[in-house]
């Protein structure tokens, strides 16, 4: 397997020719060959890890990516496109560099910690060309049917039709990925809005809104308070004239910009945090998290607090929407009772008048393309660990990325193509369909206990309990009382730093050489883009606090060894 790149600055890279996609039929590369072909639906961050996972294990992948170019989600687009998802011009993800990153491929150090867009678009293109992936992918394809074979109970493989320039090409597979998220489908509860049909101004969803210049000098009403709502309800106040948030039930509101001026997730997701939460009830670490977020600004008196603790939620992370509540360019309201020709009433019977709503209601998921294979109900669908129909006769077939972490999507999904290319080689079982379909309503049940009920509250994971659980399917946990006793500078920050995806390149299928100097230069590139005044720069210190290394000797093999000892 391909080494990952040196630790430091990388050359921007210029997007690749169209002219890389490959014309329909079979991939001349796979012509003769004997290894199992995998079909893989989307050229996004899954498919891209998808694709590379396939070559790993000696498969044949072909990726059908139905636009001109890769990125998925993230590559901006004026327009809206159909059947995929849409963001805006300014849009910069939640997630920091260090938690998002490809377990082998470390995002280079002058890249900023939380990115823009484009710089994610950067990275995406350098990954790609790094391991050589563009060409196996065949753009301007759609996947239009995916169907059992007739003898699929004996092989397990699929017939996948496709179009491209309006011809129609069948290839038989002995595997499909699904890669096509679950941002693709808008959903625009209008039903839920009483008068919404006689409202004279315009409405649209968050999926196909673009720039705050559209609505210079409007009153705007932005529903719905997860990521999407906060960022718009900011950006459109940089140019309305009044904006409104409405929210049913308010949220909690985290920062990227943790203590030390940190990003919050390297903060937040280490293994001893997940090991305390396992000692704590659920209740004494709502308080204390509350307690925290309520010292940065009180969500009573801003008129956000909800009723559900902060765990029965999924996160809104924003920066500045404390700042843009308190100069009143956005005034938080409960939610819209009914609206009028010109206005919005609410619950509380206020009214405003208004020009324009913006809903930031979240998305659903389908997969029309699937035959009878699955069904989706609610953005609900029973799938073994997030990924695997459990009813089928061959598990050939596995979803990737169909999953709403509290974390990183990206080393998610390419956790999910290791473990998925191993089953459909055959190197690896999953449990009998009875057992699957156990694991599923337990799981289902267990979120239901946990969360308030929401339609994207179907596929929330934990980001180290689910990765470790993949990670234990694949053979590359790690080994953590094994690290203490050979290497325990490295254990260290492997218990105490950020749970970055390095950790599970260490050992196992996929072992990478780089893995342990990633793990220990991660402050570095941290830091380094923030480095940006001629100065004399501090000694590097690790992201582990001193006190834990005055204790290390006394209580860390206490502490690992129950570690280990907990199910993942």
């Not at 693709?184 to 049909?197: D, K, M, N, R, Y």
């Not at 009723?307 to 308190?326: A, E, G, S, V």
């Not at 309201?333 to 979240?362: C, H, L, M, W, Y």
């Amino acid at each position: 397997m391909a080494a990952g790149p040196k630790f430091g600055t990388a050359a921007p890279l210029a997007p690749q020719p169209r002219s890389l996609a490959l014309s329909p039929g079979r991939d001349p590369m796979v012509e003769g060959s004997m290894a199992k072909k995998v079909a893989i639906i989307g050229g996004g961050s899954s498919g891209l890890c998808a694709i590379k996972a396939c070559l790993q294990e000696g498969l044949e992948p072909i990726c059908f990516e139905r636009t001109g170019d890769i990125g998925g989600l993230w590559r901006f687009e004026e327009r809206p496109e159909e059947g995929r998802a849409s963001i805006y011009r300014s849009v910069i993800i939640n997630t920091s560099k260090e938690m998002m990153c490809f377990s082998d491929f470390p995002i280079p150090e002058d890249f900023p910690n939380y990115m823009h867009n484009s710089k994610i678009m950067e990275y995406f293109r350098m990954y790609a060309q790094h391991f050589d992936l563009l060409r196996h992918i065949r753009f301007r394809t759609s996947v239009c049917r995916v169907s059992k074979r007739p003898d699929f109970a004996a092989t397990g493989q699929w017939d996948v039709v496709t179009e491209s320039e309006g011809k129609q090409e069948a290839a038989v597979f002995d595997g499909v990925l699904v890669c096509t998220g679950h941002h693709t489908e808008a959903h625009l509860p209008l039903s839920t809005f009483p008068g919404i049909e006689k409202f004279k101004g315009c409405y649209l969803h968050s999926r196909d809104y673009k720039d705050a210049r559209d609505f210079t000098d409007k009153r705007v009403i932005v529903i719905g308070i997860g990521n999407s709502g906060s960022d718009l309800a900011v950006e459109i106040s940089q140019t309305a004239k009044q904006v409104f948030l409405s929210t049913r039930r308010g949220a909690w509101i985290l920062n990227r910009v943790g203590d030390h001026g940190y990003p919050i997730d390297i903060i937040f997701t280490t293994r001893m945090k997940t090991f305390l939460k396992k000692l704590l009830s659920a209740s004494m670490v709502s308080s204390f998290m509350e307690k925290q977020l309520n010292m940065r600004f009180d969500h009573s008196h801003y008129g956000l607090k909800p009723k559900h603790r902060i765990l029965d939620q999924h996160p809104t992370i924003n920066d500045d929407l404390p700042n843009r509540i308190i100069s009143g360019r956005v005034l938080v309201k409960p939610n819209i009772q009914e609206f009028t020709e010109t206005s919005a009433i609410f619950e509380d019977g206020s009214r405003e008048d208004i020009d324009a709503v913006v809903f930031a209601t979240g998305y659903s998921f389908s997969f029309p393309f699937l035959e009878g294979c699955v069904k989706v109900v609610e953005n609900q669908i029973p799938l073994y660990k997030f990924m695997f129909p459990p009813h089928l006769e061959k598990p050939t077939l596995a979803f990737i990325g169909l999953i709403q972490p509290l974390g990183a999507i990206m080393p998610i999904s390419e956790l999910q193509c290791r473990w998925a290319t191993r089953v459909f080689k055959g190197l690896q079982d999953l449990p009998p369909s009875a057992d699957m379909l156990a694991d599923i309503a337990q799981t289902k049940e267990k979120m239901a206990k946990r969360y308030v009920r929401s339609r994207r509250h179907t596929i929330q994971v934990d980001y180290i309990p689910y990765m470790d659980e993949l990670a234990c399917q694949v053979g590359v946990k790690p080994n953590l009382l094994a690290l203490f006793l050979t290497d325990p500078k490295l254990a260290l920050e492997v218990v105490f730093g950020p749970c970055t995806p390095y950790q599970y390149r260490l050992r196992g299928p996929g072992k990478w050489v780089g893995a342990r100097e990633a793990i220990l230069t991660q402050q570095q590139r941290v830091v380094r883009p923030l480095q940006t005044r001629a100065r004399d720069r501090p000694a590097r210190s690790s992201t582990v606090p001193h006190i834990f290394k005055v204790f290390f000797s006394i209580g860390l093999i206490v502490a690992t060894l129950v570690y280990v000892s907990l199910p993942p």
